[in-house]
């Protein structure tokens, strides 16, 4: 076992939404890895392994999900999932922003000034959750 790694990573985070296929597309174009759809559920692959899980709402798949209390936030009403993006500087993540803006999307305008020492925007995705991206704070230990 690599003594330099941290002991876990995030596996999965479940997001149920109305159309999976709209929404496999969306975090896909997002430049997320396309892993595959399956009956009920589509998954992308997020840097470091992480996939992302999108069941249909309403769905006794996902409904099974939400009582095993397995990624889900029942007191919310919509997700919110926080992005890091791999470039560390406001100029890397306008790059980001501006890629996205050519694809069709609509994130916000960059946010004046920094949140713990990330520049960051948000955005929604087709289910009305939202997304924020941040720049990068990862050091030079790997993760």
Known sequence: METDLPAAALGHFVIKVQDIDASYQFYVGLGLRASGTFPGVAVVELRGGTHLLL???????????????????????????DLMIAG????????????????????????DGNLYGHHYFSMQ????NGISFYTSHIGDQPV
């Open 88 to 111: 560390r500087t406001r100029a890397d993540l306008e790059v980001y922003r501006v890629a996205l803006i050519d694809k069709g999307y609509s994130p916000s305008a960059m946010a």
């Open 55 to 81: 069941f249909q709402k309403n769905d006794d798949q996902a409904a099974a999900l939400l009582s095993s209390r397995n990624g889900q936030r029942p007191e919310y009403s919509s997700e919110k999932l």
């Open 125 to 128: 995705d087709p289910d009305g």
